[in-house]
């Protein structure tokens, strides 16, 4: 099975819908991370959590919330979906010092949402 | 604040032939530098990666050096299959933030032909 999965694997929805997006991980990691992906424009880092009780923006968080139900799940809202939230979604894991990591850590992926707003 | 930008692709090349994708940074601290790769329908998987001056990362015959003075992380590979098709992707990592969010480039696209 894999570490780190994505629910689901692809959504398409309409303008103003919300939507959810599930991310789980069996890697015992305290660290996890949302991105997306857009053509040409690599990852952004929208939102990332280093442990249950913490959240934090990334650099493009507007018209995005989140929430951290456990320490193995990170799931991403769009509250009010639109067009340009159209893009493939990904969510990312890490060890952190605290949990026994080093500097420099790596991140591990999921397979990706691919999301389409019409 | 961070930054990295990398060579625009798509590379194309012939199987067997030497690669290199440029790859440099501007960083506040000490990063930490990734290559990570994503082939066509997956999620990113790491690569290599170096966490000071002077290191090489490698593996799966990638090579990449981490070059303070350059602030350069340049991927190298002598001899690329048509297995090695992919987007590369690179990143740091700000340590002295104490976290370690990543800041990626846009990817570059490689396309290797039998």
């Known amino acids: 099975d894999a570490d780190v999965t994505q629910t689901p694997r692809n959504r398409i929805t309409k303008t103003g819908k919300r939507i959810m997006l599930e991310c789980s991980q069996t890697?015992?990691?305290?660290?996890m991370y949302w991105y997306r992906q857009d053509p040409g424009l690599g990852l952004r880092l929208i939102y990332y959590?280093?442990?249950?009780?913490?959240?934090n923006k990334g650099e493009i968080s507007d018209g995005y919330s989140v929430s951290r139900q456990a320490q193995a799940k990170f799931s991403l809202s769009l509250e009010s979906a639109i067009p340009n939230q159209t893009a493939l979604y990904f969510c990312?894991?890490?060890?952190?010092?605290?949990?026994?990591?080093?500097?420099?850590?790596?991140?591990?992926f999921g397979p990706g949402t691919r999301l389409l707003v019409l | 604040g961070n930054s990295v930008t990398q060579m625009e692709g798509p590379v194309t090349l012939s199987e067997e032939a030497f690669l290199t994708i440029n790859c440099t940074y501007t960083?506040?601290?000490?990063?930490?530098l990734f290559w990570y790769v994503q082939y066509p329908g997956e999620g990113l998987q790491l690569l290599l990666k170096?966490?000071?001056?002077?290191d090489k990362g490698s593996n799966k015959g990638f090579e990449a050096t981490y070059r303070k003075e350059t602030t350069s992380f340049h991927l190298e590979k002598g001899s690329v299959q048509v297995s090695d098709s992919a987007v590369y992707f690179c990143a740091l990592s700000d340590r002295r933030r104490g976290y370690s969010t990543l800041t990626f480039g846009k990817g570059t696209m490689l396309l290797v032909s039998p």
């Open positions: 990312a894991t890490s060890l952190g010092l605290a949990g026994g990591g080093e500097f420099g850590e790596t991140q591990y």
């Open positions: 890697k015992g990691h305290d660290r």
């Open positions: 959590s280093f442990d249950v009780k913490d959240i």
């Open positions: 960083a506040t601290g000490y990063p930490s």
């Open positions: 170096a966490t000071k001056a002077d």
